[in-house]
């Protein structure tokens, strides 16, 4: 609680002063940063096997297996995120988490595998790991430097081809190593299946905990895969749909603060927070825009309740929608020129998408059942919600309306929110009768790759973060 | 439909029965306006319950709370007649304040619910307005789905879940 997260990730641009010999005996490596291209490169001159790839449309093809031993350290010291040796394990164990979630990968982790010395880092014995039926072999290294900072070097290599196919490393405080370790899965992720990254980013969520007639509710945030999470809250007052603006410094979200349920910006920073609208009564449903100017909200006025957006700042609230029903749930498409959102202006809940200013609205659901909780991709291609009728499922169509596709079959599967990839959602799952506690899960696209998210309490209201810069 | 109204009549007895004391049956709603004066001071000091109290309240109406049927805000027969006695006590007590809170079941998401809750409440504040109390002496909140009294999965906790609740505000 005490500490400040927001730390700026240094990334070393693959300056390894023992790498490069080693390296240099085989084809310069080029180096990526997570924002250059994630398109395939071209096999070394005179290799024949076909590009290492991973088919990401279907879930029929097998998961490519991929070797990650334990990261070797030039000198076992003690950090303050742990002895050297160690760290370099639990680095491994890290992306192999990451890249078996994605049900891309059948990584064979470091607790299955023979450790690997220092030296042999940029000099991998190929014709071993050929053995262990990996296609993909990830090396690295953690090494502490004199300024308490540590390096992670991690490098990705085809095994059939024998080739080196990128690398890259990163300096961070020990505060930070597990990043370390999801940037590398990211490389490697971005490298081998040509989609964006996800794995470095957070996920602000509500963990709950009590009978479900008084759920004790805390604001919470932890990275992606469940890990490295802290309390926001203390559990005294109600907490409700949190959202991470865009520069990940703050968060907006509903607070039963007074008994007057109301939004706020609460700075991660500082731990300060301010109250969004001042002087209004019910309002709900808060959404960054894109660019985090502006938060988009839905507020209750004589029973009536309608889509407005505030700059994000604070200032006066623009109404952009004025029906006699229940509109809210708005959500910015990612160039921040339109907004889907719920009403139930025809009867029931169905989805709506209008223009940034509240002009030309129209609905673009149509199919049995009501519809809730519209969430806009971030690759802009899709729209997720939650279906309504025998229970709550997640599904996606696209911002037309066309192409409707369900993704999960719980009881009750709510509110889904998007991986800064738009390939992989969240969503909370809440189970029946009086011991039906929430959970959070992630799903892909495909809706077979379902996956219970190990929150340390139970938890609701996910919302996803961008991928950390 | 009938079956549903049905379920909600036993509900709100089963509610009635349990948070109170007896009650008189059901009667038809008074007129607005000015409730006549019924002895509610009779029943005072000598049980230790202050006239014009939360406990007094409570005692006083046929019940504190209303029940909605499914994604509706309507205030249904059954519901006039308890808020007629709510405002027929309100009417006794005019400096007394109230809060109501809006409630539903959890068959709707998040965020829809809070704004059903709040239009629950507020259909409730309106009705007893209607009924002559004075509307700043009600404040209403939606708690949505967050604080359901029946735990169950089924449609008999779902029916005692969609409810709004007046508090007296001591």
């Known amino acids: 609680m005490s500490h400040h997260p927001i730390r700026r990730l240094r990334m070393a641009l693959a300056l390894f002063a023992f790498g490069t010999a080693a390296a240099s005996a085989q084809t310069a490596p080029s180096v990526q940063t997570p924002t250059s291209s994630a398109a395939p490169q071209a096999l070394a001159p005179g290799q024949t096997p076909p590009p290492l790839e991973v ?316 519809y809730a909780t519209p969430a806009w991709s971030p690759r802009g291609d899709l729209i997720a919600f939650t279906k309504i009728g025998g229970g709550f499922h997640v599904g996606v169509m696209s911002p037309n309306g066309g192409g409707e596709k369900m993704l999960t079959d719980g009881w009750q599967d709510e509110q889904p929110t998007w991986a800064p990839n738009g390939r992989v959602l969240m969503f909370f799952r809440t189970g029946q009768g009086g011991g039906g506690a929430a959970d959070l899960w992630s799903v892909d696209l495909t809706g077979v790759n379902e996956r219970r998210i190990p929150t340390p309490l139970d938890g609701s209201d996910p919302s996803w973060g961008p991928i950390r810069p | 439909m009938a079956k549903l109204t049905t379920k909600l009549l036993i509900a709100t007895a089963l509610v009635a029965v349990a948070g109170c004391a007896p009650k008189r049956p059901p009667v038809l709603p008074p007129a607005a306006g000015p409730a006549p004066d019924q002895g509610y001071s009779n029943n005072g000091p000598r049980d230790g319950i202050v006239p014009g109290s939360r406990a007094d309240f409570e005692r006083s109406v046929q019940s504190d709370t209303i029940h909605f049927a499914l994604d509706q805000y309507d205030i249904d027969a059954t519901a006039r007649s308890i808020l007629d006695s709510q405002a027929q006590w309100l009417t006794h007590y005019p400096n007394v304040h109230i809060t109501i809170e809006g409630h539903c079941d959890e068959r709707g998401t998040r965020e829809y619910n809070l704004a059903l809750g709040d239009r629950r409440a507020n259909s409730t504040k309106n009705y007893l307005a209607a009924r002559g109390v004075d509307p700043s002496r009600i404040s209403t909140i939606s708690y949505g789905k967050e604080r359901p009294i029946a735990l169950g999965s089924d449609e008999a906790s779902w029916a005692q879940n969609r409810r709004a609740v007046t508090i007296v505000l001591n």
């Open chain 1, 55 to 370: 088919d990401v449309t279907g879930g029929i093809s097998a998961p490519m297996p991929i070797a990650i031993p334990a990261m070797p350290t030039p000198a076992v010291v003690s950090t303050p995120a742990g002895m050297s040796d160690q760290v370099g394990r639990e680095l491994s164990g890290i992306i192999t988490n990451d890249l078996k979630n994605s049900g891309l990968f059948r990584p064979l982790g470091p607790n299955m595998l023979r450790p690997v010395s220092f030296p042999e880092v940029t000099a991998p014995a190929f014709d071993y790991w050929g053995g262990t039926g990996a296609q993909a072999l990830v090396q690295g290294f953690i090494k502490a430097n004199g300024d308490g900072t540590l390096t992670v070097g991690c490098y990705l290599y085809d095994v059939f081809s024998k080739v080196e196919l990128t690398r890259q490393g990163f300096v961070v405080p020990p505060s930070d190593w597990r990043r370390a370790a999801h940037k590398c899965a990211d490389m490697v992720y971005t490298r081998l299946t040509g989609e964006g990254p996800y794995f470095d980013s957070r996920v602000v969520y509500v963990s709950e905990t009590g009978p479900k007639g008084h759920r004790i509710k805390r604001l919470a945030i932890m990275d992606q895969d469940g890990f490295n999470g802290r309390f926001l809250t203390n559990g005294q007052t109600i907490v409700l749909t949190p959202h991470l603006s865009p520069d990940q410094k703050s968060i907006v979200y509903m607070s039963y603060l007074g008994d007057r349920p109301s939004l706020y910006v609460y700075d991660i920073g500082t731990g300060r927070q301010r109250l969004l609208v001042p002087n209004a009564g019910l309002t709900l449903a808060p959404r960054f825009s894109p660019d985090g100017r502006w938060i988009l909200f839905s507020m209750a006025e004589a029973g009536h309740t309608n889509i407005y957006r505030v700059p994000a700042g604070g200032g006066r609230p623009q109404r952009l929608t004025n029906s006699p029903g229940i509109d809210t749930g708005g959500s910015y498409s990612p160039d921040g020129s339109r907004i889907v959102f719920e009403s139930d202006r025809s009867g029931a809940q169905q989805l709506y998408v209008m223009n940034a200013d509240g002009s030309n609205q129209q609905r673009i659901s149509f199919g049995n059942g009501r």
